[in-house]
């Protein structure tokens, strides 16, 4: 078992090491970031200021606020004594060989024996910054590679050299997965290493089809996106936010440092993104690149007189059957297409293929890495390989052949040879939920609906899981699901079908209904552990506030959203919030209250949804004890020992009958006084006001003239009174249906 790094110093406040400090420091390290002292002033300005810079990125870089207190600033005139606490040092300062070893030069004769130091360089050869140093310190050497933004990008390149020693690589690699989260990939010390080196290649494959080929930046970002299990961002917004010079700078490197590339030319930039950058034409940072907003309009260059334009219509022919489609059906079904969207999306799937091949064994030995680089590192969904495997490699290779392109030797029969996958142990199931055992006797409830929605269907499979778990000699139940997101909410299709047909009692009776199923929930005598991640928002918030014990990942994004469609929470939300901003006050006085009550009443009023799962924890959404883990990938797994754990030591359901003390008309008049500033201040709508009236009135007891201790069912019935009619309002139907059509919400 290796000893994990408690102290880690970040040398280089840029960009990349002030985010690079505030990961280290959201995982719990205790972290020095250092720079070069300033010329004037305090010696300090410079790191300070990169600093500050760096806390105002969005997203944030930090989990909360108070992580920012692990983070030392200082340097190098004044702090590079501090770098003797350090188990770990990062160097990521400027990209310059010899800026970068003198400075591995002054570590030497600083550090301790047993240190380890890496740097975080994406063009200079790993092995040359140690170059000088004693085989000790070589020893102890690599390359670490995050990529940007590093809270949020899962992969980590590992480079080490002939010199690194194996049980520092094992470290390293060890820390990285358990401590930061990280998929970590072995990366051979080649120029740009594996992710990048592929990615650029792909970017620049969609820049000649531009420059060359006739297809416009919105044909091509719509053939390079989600259509193919790639980020939105595609080709042209990517290359926009990483910068037009940036790509300049990295293809000509990889020019001149890859002389035996087969593919060497695709690195030759076309001259109209030169003339791009020449004009200030950088992307994101001069708000102008491949496209540009102009008055909320999304406009594109054009290459052959440079203004900017609005989209065309797409030339691509019929694809929405083929969006339509499961991703492997999609990537097949458009392979096999005819017209240009099939030309492009063949042509370029069959050179990024070749090329892949190709780097095998030059930047990594196995297929696999390529893969997992490309998948951490460029959010795709399949990598070059599995790619190859689901198109079938025989007809890949004769696509190839036909193309007159060399196929290196070891390239023969499927990357991924076929399993036959374990049979699904379903104890119930519906077209939208599954209860499924995990082993051990915990069951996992998993709902499949789109966007993982409360559907009725969900609803109801829920309380079949409950029955059966009740009825039954297993021991727990999880409730989760393998999504990127765990629950988009309640369904506002069906609830809105519900509406305008005007059946009131209906939804009534389903507001009741729901609230009586997060309570059987809470109350449960067998351990419910949620396991959540992602966008957790309405309906799925409150489920996750009912269940007694929650894992989540780090990255959990939960609020109760509902005035974004002009609801309230109606499930239990505001109930649960009352009750723990009372929980949390030092005393059941008013004062002691009330602070806690309006930081909930305006984290619901202005639909704020946590940027982090400790956020989330002090805004109220997450309870104290719930276990946070720096990657949510084993969080089911967790959930299930978490369950099983629970049973061993006799698990005991919350007390129930518990009473909640609301503040009564004086509290309300507080909080309606905050609202009224909100509106005033142009900050909401008459609407969002009333709507916040709505919220304070349930929150503070209804029409309570004094502070009280009230029942759970008292709040459920105020929620439900309240929740009710405002679906009969034109506005609320409004943003649902705008919200429906358009995915944004509307503030009315």
Not at 103 to 120: G, H
Not at 359 to 387: K, S, T
């Amino acid at each position: 078992m290796f000893k994990p790094f408690q102290t880690v110093a970040v040398l280089g406040a840029g960009v990349m090491g002030s985010q690079i400090a505030a990961h280290l420091a959201n995982v719990g390290l205790t972290v020095h970031l250092l720079d070069i002292a300033s010329p004037t002033g305090s010696k300090n300005d410079l790191v300070e200021s990169a600093w500050k810079k760096a806390l105002k990125l969005s997203p944030p870089i930090l989990f909360t606020e108070k992580v920012a207190r692990r983070v030392t600033l200082g340097n190098f005139d004044e702090h590079l004594d501090r770098l003797r606490q350090a188990d770990w040092i990062i160097e990521a300062v400027v990209e310059d060989l010899q800026i970068k070893q003198q400075l591995m030069e002054r570590l030497e004769s600083i550090i301790q024996p047993e240190t380890i130091v890496s740097t975080n360089t994406s063009g200079i050869p790993i092995r040359w910054i140690a170059k000088g140093r004693s085989e000790s310190f070589r020893k102890r050497f690599l390359g670490t590679h995050f990529f940007n933004p590093p809270r949020y990008l899962k992969l980590l390149e590992l480079i080490p050299t002939q010199d690194t020693d194996a049980a520092v690589l094992d470290r390293v690699k060890w820390f990285g997965e358990r401590y930061l989260g990280k998929g970590i990939v072995i990366a051979k010390d080649t120029p740009n290493f594996i992710a990048n080196r592929i990615g650029i290649f792909v970017t620049l494959l969609g820049v000649k089809a531009w420059a060359e080929q006739g297809y416009s930046i919105e044909e091509i970002d719509t053939l390079t996106g989600t259509l193919i299990g790639r980020p939105k961002s595609a080709t042209f917004r990517t290359a926009d936010l990483v910068g037009l010079d940036t790509l300049i700078a990295v293809a000509d490197h990889l020019y001149q440092a890859v002389p035996n590339d087969e593919h060497r030319e695709i690195f030759q930039i076309p001259d109209v993104l030169r003339k791009m950058v020449a004009n200030g034409m950088l992307g994101a940072k001069t708000k102008q690149g491949f496209y540009k907003k102009q008055q909320r309009q999304i406009l594109s260059i054009n290459p052959k007189t440079f203004a900017y334009e609005a989209a065309q219509p797409l030339n691509l022919g019929e694809l929405d059957a083929i969006a339509a489609l499961p991703l492997r059906d999609r990537i097949r079904a458009l392979y096999a297409s005819s017209g240009r969207a099939g030309d492009f999306f063949r042509q370029t799937t069959l050179e990024m293929l070749n090329y892949s091949a190709h780097r095998v064994p030059e930047i990594a030995d196995d297929p696999q890495d390529i893969d997992l680089a490309m998948r951490w590192g460029f959010g795709w969904d399949m990598g070059p390989f599995e790619l190859w495997d689901v198109l079938g490699v025989e007809t890949v290779l004769a696509d190839m052949q036909a193309a007159e392109m060399s196929v290196p030797a070891w390239v023969k029969q499927s990357f991924y040879p076929s399993v036959t996958a374990e049979e699904e142990k379903a104890v119930w199931k519906n077209a939208e939920a599954a209860l499924l055992e995990m082993g051990d006797g915990v069951l996992l409830y998993e709902f499949r609906s789109k966007g993982n929605t409360l559907s009725n269907k969900v609803l109801e499979g829920f309380a079949a899981a409950l029955s059966i778990l009740e009825t039954s000699d297993y021991k727990g139940l999880v409730i989760g699901n393998k999504s990127d997101h765990f629950s988009g909410g309640a369904n506002l299709a069906e609830m809105g079908m519900i509406a305008q047909s005007g059946d009131w009692n209906a939804i009534a009776k389903l507001i009741s209904d729901f609230q009586g199923l997060l309570q059987r929930i809470h109350y449960f005598p067998k351990p419910i552990v949620a396991a959540i991640q992602g966008r957790v928002l309405g309906g799925g918030c409150e489920l996750v506030m009912a269940c007694p014990k929650v894992v989540a990942a780090a990255e959990t994004y939960i609020g109760l959203v509902e005035v974004g469609v002009g609801l309230i929470p109606g499930a239990g939300g505001l109930m649960r919030m009352a009750s723990r901003a009372a929980e949390r006050a030092a005393t059941e006085t008013p004062s002691h209250v009330l602070p806690f009550l309006r930081t909930a009443f305006e984290t619901i009023a202005i639909a704020k949804v946590s940027s982090s799962a400790a956020e989330a924890q002090a805004l109220g959404f997450l309870p104290h004890d719930a276990r946070i883990l720096i990657s949510g990938e084993h969080r089911l797994e967790v959930a299930k020992a978490e369950v099983l754990h629970l049973d061993r030591i006799g698990y005991v359901p919350p007390p129930q009958n518990n009473s909640i003390f609301v503040l009564g008309q004086a509290g309300r008049a507080v909080l309606e006084q905050i609202a009224y500033v909100y509106e005033q201040g142009g900050f909401a709508s008459q609407y969002d006001r009333y709507l916040a009236s709505r919220l304070a009135f349930v929150l503070t007891g209804g029409e309570l003239t004094a502070p009280a201790l009230v029942s759970e069912d008292y709040l459920l019935q105020l929620e439900r009174e309240s929740f009710v009619p405002l679906l009969r309002q034109e506005k609320t139907q409004a943003r649902m249906m705008h919200l429906l059509k358009t995915k944004k919400p509307l503030r009315n």
